[in-house]
Nanobody, 120 residues
Framework: QVQLVESGGNLVQPGGSLRLSCAAS????????MRWYRRTPGKQRDMVAT???????NYADSVKGRFTISRDNTKNTVYLQMDSLKPEDTAVYYC??????????????WGQGTQVTVSS
């Protein structure tokens, strides 16, 4: 009933930039908090950034000052602008969102992930 689709992952050199997008579609009534997470091999999934419906943001310490989360509520889309990328930012990036579906309840939905590789 609801799908989240990420895009924008790529191979980039250290110091470079990427912009990830995540578009939600389906029987959406309201989208609440939207988030970006990342997972590196052998590690658990870590929160990167969150944004409330009104635009309040929160970041992991490791990305503060380098990453910017934003959303376009008219497009049901959340973005992650990543600047000054480091090799340790290499991971699969996932978006998630708390979504209330039409005629139904609220649940946490996840995308399939997009690979970001930072390497020279």
């Amino acid at each position: 009933q609801v799908q989240l689709v990420e895009s924008g992952g790529n191979l980039v050199q250290p110091g470079g930039s990427l912009r990830l997008s995540c578009a939600a579609s389906g029987s959406i009534f309201t989208i609440y908090t939207m988030r970006w997470y990342r997972r590196t091999p052998g590690k658990q999934r870590d929160m990167v950034a969150t944004i409330s419906p009104g635009g309040r943001t929160n970041y992991a310490d490791s990305v503060k000052g380098r990453f910017t989360i934003s959303r376009d509520n008219t497009k049901n889309t959340v973005y992650l602008q990543m600047d000054s990328l480091k090799p340790e930012d290499t991971a699969v990036y996932y978006c998630s969102a708390d979504i209330r579906i039409i005629g139904g309840s609220t649940a946490d939905y996840w995308g399939q992930g997009t690979q970001v590789t930072v390497s020279s």
